[in-house]
């Protein structure tokens, strides 16, 4: 994927650079319900996994992350770890406009994530995300309570969205 610009408002989406893990990282702690991970984990993904994650950049600042990778096992999907935009910037679609670029530059057959039940904005983000593009979305237990030990995590369902067409499929409506 190229750096691309969207000319509306001057929003820049591209992969991250080891230089983004530090503003990701804040971006994550500024916004609750998110698991903030380490910033080691930030500079990971921002180099090992680079190809299957996005930025979206204003100013020069880190507006947007979405994290995700391709399970070893599952070439054909792209686990969507995090998701994140800055709260003034919310509502404005710029979640779903990353996530249509990293599937237009992935290809996949299915996008999978793991969701609390008590997260609606993220519920609703997949479902509109699945509805847009004509695909099924199915929820699954995915990791129970218990196994998060004595933190008080909720358990965390998994959704699988596709079949999409390796990045080829039509879009309802306007999503760049």
């Not at 691309?4 to 500024?30: M, T, V, Y």
């Not at 080691?40 to 995700?68: P, Q």
């Not at 779903?96 to 793991?114: A, C, D, G, H, R």
């Not at 237990?141 to 999409?164: C, I, M, T, V």
Request: aromatic letters at 8%; glycine letters at 4%.
């Amino acid at each position: 994927m190229n750096s691309q610009k969207s000319k509306a408002d001057s929003i820049i989406f591209r992969r991250p650079e080891l230089k983004d893990a530090s503003g990701i990282h804040n971006l994550i702690k500024r916004s609750p319900p998110l698991d903030v991970n380490s910033l080691y984990c930030y500079l990971l993904l921002c180099d090992h996994f680079r190809n299957t994650c996005i930025v979206a950049e204003k100013d020069r600042k880190v507006i947007g992350f979405i994290a995700a990778y391709l399970p070893p096992t599952k070439l054909d999907t792209l686990f969507v770890w995090q998701v994140v935009v800055a709260k003034p910037l919310r509502n404005r679609s710029l979640a779903t406009k990353m996530l249509n670029k990293l599937l237009q530059s992935t290809p996949v057959l299915y996008i999978e994530t793991t969701v609390t039940p008590s997260n609606d904005a993220s519920m609703r983000f997949f479902r509109a995300f699945a509805h847009a593009r004509e695909a099924t979305l199915l929820s699954a237990a995915g990791y129970a309570r218990d196994l998060f030990g004595k933190n008080s995590h909720e358990e965390e369902l998994l959704l699988r969205l596709g079949p999409f067409d390796g990045g080829n499929q039509t879009i309802k409506g306007d999503i760049l």
